[in-house]
């Protein structure tokens, strides 16, 4: 089992805002990271740090870190937005790095 | 930009060693800052952590493979390399290596293989 806990699944309307979560008690002392995957492809990181989105991520992309809380907020979703959505932070010890279990977004 | 690629059978018989490589193009394994990481996703699962290798040689393991696992950094080659002894079915997967960058307060992996399937 993970150190981090994630919904397996959450929908959205297109267009709509769509927060995806990621909990975890040693999310009070280290911020996560977050990845997305489709079918068939590696990983690809969307969102790190606070809310630092790599180059070429959509403005849509957002993310925050409360508490022992993750966020990856997605304002306006596409369809290519679907997908499966990791985070990965190091565990409460901070000498272990594990993922999130992973909540696949689906995109109505 | 950072490629990466694995290499290695795509086979593996049960008790025998899984060796795989990751081939590093547009950016050394050598430079400060990094480390570079083995993940394994399992058929319609999750990402898992394997361990990784620090550009000075430092490596950190999953503890639950500790006693099999082997990870190493070939600067000469530029590549880095992924031992896992003993191997059984449960240790078929996608094997993806990547980048990682360790910063205060938090980890990224900013840069993928495209992963190579490895069936024992």
């Known amino acids: 089992s993970s150190e981090l806990t994630q919904d397996p699944a959450v929908s959205v309307a297109l267009g709509q805002t769509v927060r995806i979560t990621c909990q975890g008690d040693s999310l009070r002392s280290f911020y996560a990271s977050w990845y997305q995957q489709k079918p068939g492809q590696a990983p690809v990181l969307v969102m790190s740090?606070?809310?630092k989105r790599p180059s070429g991520i959509p403005d849509r992309f957002s993310g925050s870190s409360p508490g022992n809380t993750a966020s990856l907020t997605i304002t306006g979703a596409q369809a290519e937005d679907e997908g499966d959505y990791y985070c990965?932070?190091?565990?409460?010890?901070?000498?272990?790095?594990?993922f999130g279990g992973g909540t696949k977004l689906t995109v109505l | 930009q950072v490629q990466l690629l694995e290499s290695g059978p795509g086979l593996v018989k049960p008790s025998q060693t899984l060796s795989l490589t990751c081939s590093v193009s547009?950016?050394?394994?050598?430079?400060?800052?990094?480390?570079w990481s083995w993940i394994r996703q399992h058929p319609g699962k999750g990402l898992e952590c394997i361990g990784y290798v620090y550009f000075t040689g430092t490596t950190y393991y999953n503890p639950s493979l500790t006693s099999r696992l082997s990870i190493s950094l070939d600067t000469s080659m530029n590549q880095f390399s992924l031992r896992l002894s003993s191997v059984t079915a449960a240790d078929t997967a996608v094997y993806f290596c990547a980048r990682g960058r360790g910063y205060s307060g938090y980890d990224d992996l900013d840069s993928w293989g495209q992963g190579t399937l490895v069936s024992v």
């Open positions: 740090g606070k809310d």
């Open positions: 990965y932070s190091r565990d409460s010890s901070g000498d272990h790095v594990v």
């Open positions: 547009g950016g050394s394994v050598s430079s400060g800052g990094y480390y």
